[in-house]
């Protein structure tokens, strides 16, 4: 996150001094405050719980991706792709080439 303004230290009743600082979320754009070395760490405010990861419609384009590069791939194979007998379908195996 980016950092808009450093706020006020404050010391812990042990003594050791703490840096805070208002940053903007790049996703939400809300400006929250934050310990100034987490808010540099950080990729969001917490409105954005996927960031670094895939999103739904990103894994959904790549399963479909997938299986058209699969039937692709059976149609090279395969004169006829609706004679390919499968022995499971988790598995994929072919049985036997007609």
Known sequence: ME??????????????????????????GNIVERLKHNGRNQKSCGCNTNTGQPTIEKSRLKKEE???????????????????HWFDENILFVLNKT
């Open 3 to 28: 950092l808009v303004e450093r706020t006020a230290n404050r010391t812990e009743s042990g003594g050791r001094t703490r840096y805070y600082g208002n940053f903007k979320c790049p996703f939400c």
């Open 66 to 84: 997938a299986i058209k590069k699969f039937t692709r791939n059976i149609k090279i194979d395969f004169k006829d792709d609706k004679k390919v």
